[in-house]
């Protein structure tokens, strides 16, 4: 089974809808990371989570917002989809005990109409 | 604000040849990242360099830190097509340095 896990893997939307997407992790990391992918611009950071109780905004936060249930969870919301956040969004995790790696889940492609 | 460059942007080589992927970086940081993307999939971590004048090695490739020059190579010897990927360095900003800003990725293209 993925260490990292992200639903849906694949979504459809249409402008103004809200869309979640959720991360899950077994690793037993503390903390957690999310990313979106365009082409020609690599990867930026939209928010990160170091505890379950701390939220820190990314490059480019405006549009997101993000919610840490527990530790293994963190979940990225598109309260009012717009076309130019049609991207690829990954999720990421690291251990502070163990080293700065940060391992990546599969992705979910969003497509907003 | 720290920035991240790689080149080349599109690399075609041939099996065989060695070729070596640039990463500058704008600001003061210790901590650089290589990543592998294969297309359609999610990043996998390569190394991870934290001092300056870092090597690391794995198969056919190899990392190196400058931290004065603020420059990172990801050296490749003797390409093979499995090492067909995209490339990503990333930097840790030097006050947190979990805040990774990343390159804009090489794309590596292994021919016979």
Same mark, same amino acid.
């Given at each position: ?25 077994t690793k037993g990391h503390d903390r957690m990371y999310w990313y979106r992918q365009d082409p ?44 130019n956040q049609t991207a690829l969004y990954f999720c990421a995790t690291s251990d502070s005990r ?16 | ?5 790689? !080149? ?10 060695n070729y070596t992927i640039y990463c500058n970086y704008s600001t003061t940081s210790d901590r ?7 297309? *359609? ?10 001092? !300056? ?5 794995? *198969? ?15 050296? &490749? ?14 930097? *840790? !900003?030097?006050? !947190?340095?979990?805040?990774? &800003?990343? *390159? ?9």
């Open positions: 089974d993925a260490d990292v896990t992200q639903t849906p893997r694949n979504r459809i939307t249409k402008t103004g809808k809200r869309i979640m997407l959720e991360c899950s992790q020609g611009l690599g990867l930026r950071l939209i928010y990160y989570s170091f505890d379950v109780k701390d939220i820190n905004k990314g490059e480019i936060s405006d549009g997101y917002s993000v919610s840490r249930q527990a530790q293994a969870k963190f979940s990225l919301s598109l309260e009012s989809a717009i076309p163990t080293g700065p790696t940060q391992y990546f889940g599969p992705g979910t492609r969003l497509t907003v109409l | 604000e720290l920035k991240v460059e790689q !080149n080349p942007l599109f690399l075609s080589m041939q099996e065989g040849k650089l990242y290589w990543y592998r993307q294969d297309p *359609g999939k999610s990043l996998e971590s390569l190394f991870v360099l934290l001092s !300056n004048g870092a090597v690391k090695q794995e *198969g056919r490739l190899m990392a190196s830190l400058d931290t004065k020059a603020r420059l990172s190579t990801l050296h &490749i010897t003797a390409a093979v097509h499995d090492l067909s990927a995209t490339y990503f360095c990333a930097v *840790g !900003n030097s006050y !947190n340095t979990d805040k990774l &800003i990343f *390159g804009t990725g090489t794309r590596l293209q292994v021919f016979p």
